[in-house]
């Protein structure tokens, strides 16, 4: 029979601390062989001998140090195998946006019980995988959600293994079809939720560019009008058309947030520092649009009204945020001043081409194939 064991603690905090120091680090394998060699002597002799207890202790206070606090656990009594779930409080926060408080990690040795039932290694591997992912991209409850899931899948194949006296395939692949729709589930969550959580980082990477483009732009601006006489509206428009555009583009992906995320797509698989870093630049790319597009205007090259003197900052603020928000926007008048500059016009569209059935009329005045004059 497999057994649940519950986290063993050392007799004192200090012995713990000298055992692990003497041993050195310590891996979940170690642990695992530490234990069976533990639970066989406890089989045996009804009790382990004080130099194994103290071996496991010191094994396990190595490895809780390490990876974190032993969440769950399940030990195999057949030979040294097991699957863990642990806990690690993170005490360091690598920027204010970073939201990792809590590390969870999945573990697991089950070569020696699963040798004769590859299946059932194939799909342990495959939880494996998916952990991975889950661990990489998710964070918070929707990461100990997804591991404890996959753990308990693992931890239900592994009994399975321990409840069976001798391999039965039928029930076997009855099994690994049945956890593997398990693990399909699983999956499909995962992906809801990596949807959202990178939607929700490449916000947080939007914001922190925003926040610093319009500070950054805002004091400039402010340096430029003190230093010179240039200052003044001209520092207001482009401290205003460069805030709208990035103010514009954090808009436009919010609002197609909003309507439950189906317009606005990420990859989120691709990381989570590059998905942030992906949106710090839309912001900028707002803000380029949103100036260039105050120039082309204030250049007067599009035939437009000019806007009166009371209301020149409300007229460039629209439209630079206009610009920020809607790219269809922006291309279309780009595309308009790129015509009256080159004198190009708009190509009409061309007549469909005739059937291929149809022959050109001949030129040396011989009927035609088929007949008509």
Same mark, same amino acid.
């Given at each position: 029979?497999?057994?649940?064991?519950?986290?063993?603690?050392?007799?004192?905090?200090?012995?713990?601390?000298?055992? *692990?120091?003497?041993?050195?680090?310590?891996?979940?394998?170690?642990?695992?062989?530490?234990?069976?060699?533990?639970?066989?002597?406890?089989?045996?002799?009804?009790?382990?001998?004080?130099?194994?207890?103290?071996?496991?202790? *010191?094994?396990? *206070?190595?490895?809780?140090?390490?990876?974190?606090?032993?969440?769950?656990?399940?030990?195999?009594?057949?030979?040294?195998?097991?699957?863990?779930?642990?806990?690690?409080?993170?005490?360091?926060?690598?920027?204010?946006?970073?939201?990792?408080?809590?590390?969870?990690?999945?573990?697991?040795?089950? $070569?020696?019980?699963?040798?004769?039932?590859?299946?059932?290694?194939? @799909? /342990?591997?495959?939880?494996? /995988?998916?952990?991975?992912?889950?661990?990489?991209?998710?964070?918070?409850?929707?990461?100990?959600?997804?591991?404890?899931?996959?753990?308990?899948?693992?931890?239900?194949? @592994?009994?399975?293994?321990?409840?069976? !006296?001798?391999? $039965?395939?039928?029930?076997?692949?009855? +099994?690994?079809?049945?956890?593997?729709?398990?693990?399909?589930?699983?999956?499909?969550?995962? +992906?809801?939720?990596?949807?959202?959580?990178?939607?929700?980082?490449?916000?947080?990477?939007?914001?922190?560019?925003?926040?610093?483009?319009?500070?950054?732009?805002?004091?400039?601006?402010? %340096?430029?009008?003190?230093?010179? $006489?240039? %200052?003044?509206?001209?520092?207001?428009?482009?401290? +205003?058309?460069?805030?709208?555009?990035?103010?514009?583009?954090?808009?436009?992906? /919010?609002?197609?947030?909003?309507?439950?995320?189906?317009?606005?797509?990420?990859?989120?698989?691709?990381?989570?520092?590059?998905?942030?870093?992906?949106? +710090?630049?839309?912001?900028?790319?707002?803000?380029?649009?949103?100036?260039?597009?105050?120039?082309?205007?204030?250049?007067?090259?599009?035939?437009?009204?000019?806007?009166?003197?009371?209301?020149?900052?409300?007229?460039?603020?629209?439209? *630079?945020?206009?610009?920020?928000?809607?790219?269809?926007?922006?291309?279309?008048?780009?595309?308009?001043?790129?015509? /009256?500059?080159?004198?190009?016009?708009?190509?009409?569209?061309? !007549?469909?081409?005739?059937?291929?059935?149809?022959?050109?009329?001949?030129? $040396?005045?011989?009927?035609?194939?088929?007949?008509?004059?």
């Amino acid at each position: 029979m497999a057994t649940i064991a519950a986290r063993a603690r050392a007799h004192s905090p200090a012995e713990a601390e000298q055992a *692990a120091e003497q041993m050195g680090a310590s891996s979940f394998s170690d642990l695992v062989r530490a234990h069976f060699r533990r639970e066989q002597e406890r089989q045996a002799n009804g009790t382990a001998s004080d130099q194994v207890e103290e071996a496991y202790r *010191a094994r396990l *206070a190595e490895f809780e140090r390490e990876e974190g606090e032993l969440s769950s656990v399940y030990w195999s009594t057949r030979n040294a195998s097991a699957v863990a779930l642990t806990v690690k409080m993170s005490h360091e926060r690598r920027h204010p946006f970073d939201e990792t408080e809590i590390e969870v990690r999945l573990h697991r040795v089950t $070569d020696w019980v699963t040798k004769n039932a590859e299946p059932i290694a194939d @799909l /342990l591997h495959e939880c494996d /995988l998916l952990a991975i992912r889950a661990g990489e991209i998710l964070r918070g409850t929707s990461e100990r959600i997804a591991l404890q899931w996959i753990y308990s899948v693992q931890e239900h194949m @592994l009994g399975f293994i321990e409840r069976t !006296d001798r391999r $039965d395939t039928a029930k076997e692949r009855e +099994l690994v079809a049945s956890q593997r729709r398990e693990l399909s589930r699983i999956e499909q969550y995962y +992906l809801g939720a990596g949807a959202k959580t990178g939607r929700i980082v490449y916000v947080s990477g939007m914001l922190t560019g925003a926040a610093f483009l319009v500070t950054a732009c805002a004091l400039v601006s402010v %340096g430029l009008a003190l230093a010179s $006489d240039y %200052g003044g509206q001209m520092a207001q428009l482009l401290v +205003l058309c460069t805030g709208a555009g990035a103010v514009g583009a954090l808009v436009s992906v /919010l609002a197609r947030m909003g309507t439950g995320g189906g317009q606005f797509k990420v990859d989120f698989e691709v990381g989570r520092p590059l998905l942030r870093r992906l949106g +710090l630049y839309k912001p900028f790319v707002g803000a380029i649009f949103g100036v260039a597009l105050y120039f082309l205007l204030a250049s007067g090259l599009l035939p437009t009204q000019a806007p009166s003197e009371a209301g020149r900052l409300y007229y460039y603020g629209i439209i *630079a945020f206009f610009a920020g928000f809607s790219e269809r926007f922006t291309s279309v008048t780009f595309g308009q001043a790129e015509q /009256l500059i080159t004198g190009a016009s708009p190509q009409p569209p061309t !007549d469909d081409p005739p059937p291929a059935n149809d022959q050109p009329p001949p030129t $040396d005045g011989t009927p035609p194939a088929n007949g008509t004059p």
